[in-house]
């Protein structure tokens, strides 16, 4: 991370002095982490009300372990002492958290903590705990829940990230087979966008691995490191595609854009997949007249080593229905009253799954 976290004070305050309220002669706290709703889940019908279980491994690699190294158990003890105390008597008043026992697990020279978990993954019914967390040194029985906190903060996204990726596997999947569409495909059809929505690149890496339990395709890059450093991730554990954004579109201006289009298709990226913005100037002019000019070019792609050629025309606005499927509000026969789909299939054909559904 970038911030230099002291990993004392990844806390609520109230829980700072928690150790003197417990009852006197406290030896062991047993705690359990337990997903108590799923009301932001039930995308489907039959949803079952199971969450999936994830982020418990990294979470404790790279907190519990180097975190704490880092930032505590490596640090000079008179340093990170100081350094709570002030924190606490600014915040609380003078003396108010003791700090004697700051000083004995900084001489123990690691956390005392024993945490039972069901397997990563594991698909598991609301209200059932998730992992068990207990002291193992009775002179710190306060430790146990001085990390609730943290370890809540840095472990609901990833099972609900997870969750939610399972669950638009199964959708995915479910029309997969409804239409006769390639379930092989279904892997790459949930792709994760969403790193600059996230808050901040530690975030983003943690919540898209959850996403990389369903799926492969990613644009978090930071998320395939983190599944390699704390997961041990090896061989293909994401994948993307080579794609423009609106200033690659604008840089080559709307004078010469099929040029652009040109450029990206035949020379820069003759095989694979290729995906581009198209609707910087005009979608439909893009749809109906430059697929049509490069058409030739388009239909001689060759497959790359995972077996796919394709030119994406991706529009980046409008209503997405609207867009791919047809607008019937649109002028009649017009491209924006057929869509996306029905106009490149006049242009390009396809084929007929055994069920019946056009494939372009």
């Given at each position: 991370?970038?911030?230099?976290?002291?990993?004392?004070?990844?806390?609520?305050?109230?829980?700072?002095?928690?150790?003197?309220?417990?009852?006197?002669?406290?030896?062991?706290?047993?705690?359990?982490?337990?997903?108590?709703?799923?009301?932001?889940?039930?995308?489907?019908?039959?949803?079952?009300?199971?969450?999936?279980?994830?982020?418990?491994?990294?979470?404790?690699?790279?907190?519990?372990?180097?975190?704490?190294?880092?930032?505590?158990?490596?640090?000079?003890?008179?340093?990170?002492?100081?350094?709570?105390?002030?924190?606490?008597?600014?915040?609380?008043?003078?003396?108010?958290?003791?700090?004697?026992?700051?000083?004995?697990?900084?001489?123990?020279?690691?956390?005392?903590?024993?945490?039972?978990?069901?397997?990563?993954?594991?698909?598991?019914?609301?209200?059932?705990?998730?992992?068990?967390?207990?002291?193992?040194?009775?002179?710190?029985?306060?430790?146990?829940?001085?990390?609730?906190?943290?370890?809540?903060?840095?472990?609901?996204?990833?099972?609900?990230?997870?969750?939610?990726?399972?669950?638009?596997?199964?959708?995915?999947?479910?029309?997969?087979?409804?239409?006769?569409?390639?379930?092989?495909?279904?892997?790459?059809?949930?792709?994760?966008?969403?790193?600059?929505?996230?808050?901040?690149?530690?975030?983003?890496?943690q919540s898209g691995v959850g996403?990389?339990?369903?799926?492969?395709?990613?644009?978090?890059?930071?998320?395939?490191?983190?599944?390699?450093?704390?997961?041990?991730?090896?061989?293909?554990?994401?994948?993307?595609?080579?794609?423009?954004e609106h200033s690659v579109m604008?840089?080559?201006?709307?004078?010469?854009?099929?040029?652009?289009?040109?450029?990206?298709?035949?020379?820069?990226?003759?095989?694979?997949?290729?995906?581009?913005?198209?609707?910087?100037?005009?979608?439909?002019?893009?749809?109906?007249?430059?697929?049509?000019?490069?058409?030739?070019?388009?239909?001689?792609?060759?497959?790359?080593?995972?077996?796919?050629?394709?030119?994406?025309?991706?529009?980046?606005?409008?209503?997405?229905?609207?867009?791919?499927?047809?607008?019937?509000?649109?002028?009649?026969?017009?491209?924006?009253?057929?869509?996306?789909?029905?106009?490149?299939?006049?242009?390009?054909?396809?084929?007929?799954?055994?069920?019946?559904?056009?494939?372009?």
């Amino acid at each position: 991370m970038s911030i230099k976290i002291n990993p004392l004070n990844a806390i609520d305050f109230y829980k700072a002095d928690h150790r003197r309220q417990y009852p006197v002669g406290t030896e062991y706290v047993y705690a359990n982490f337990t997903p108590r709703s799923s009301r932001l889940a039930k995308m489907l019908p039959d949803f079952d009300d199971k969450i999936v279980f994830f982020g418990l491994q990294g979470f404790i690699k790279h907190f519990l372990i180097e975190t704490w190294n880092e930032g505590f158990f490596n640090q000079a003890k008179a340093k990170v002492v100081a350094a709570y105390k002030r924190r606490m008597d600014n915040a609380l008043g003078e003396g108010a958290v003791p700090v004697e026992h700051i000083e004995a697990l900084h001489d123990l020279g690691y956390l005392p903590l024993k945490i039972k978990a069901l397997p990563e993954g594991s698909r598991v019914n609301i209200k059932v705990p998730v992992l068990t967390i207990i002291n193992t040194d009775p002179n710190f029985f306060w430790l146990t829940n001085y990390i609730e906190t943290v370890l809540s903060a840095e472990l609901w996204k990833s099972c609900t990230t997870a969750s939610i990726a399972y669950e638009y596997k199964r959708l995915l999947t479910q029309y997969a087979e409804k239409t006769g569409a390639p379930l092989d495909f279904v892997a790459v059809q949930g792709h994760d966008f969403s790193s600059r929505g996230m808050s901040g690149i530690y975030d983003a890496a943690q919540s898209g691995v959850g996403h990389l339990t369903s799926f492969i395709g990613t644009d978090s890059v930071a998320s395939i490191d983190y599944a390699e450093e704390y997961y041990n991730a090896t061989g293909i554990v994401g994948v993307s595609v080579p794609a423009t954004e609106h200033s690659v579109m604008c840089m080559g201006s709307e004078e010469s854009e099929i040029e652009t289009f040109r450029r990206l298709i035949c020379e820069l990226y003759p095989a694979g997949v290729v995906s581009i913005v198209s609707d910087t100037w005009d979608f439909w002019r893009v749809i109906t007249e430059f697929s049509v000019e490069l058409k030739a070019e388009i239909l001689k792609r060759q497959p790359n080593a995972l077996g796919l050629a394709k030119v994406v025309f991706r529009p980046d606005s409008g209503d997405p229905v609207k867009i791919i499927c047809g607008d019937p509000d649109a002028e009649r026969e017009s491209p924006a009253y057929k869509g996306a789909v029905q106009c490149l299939w006049e242009i390009f054909g396809g084929t007929e799954t055994a069920q019946g559904y056009k494939v372009l």
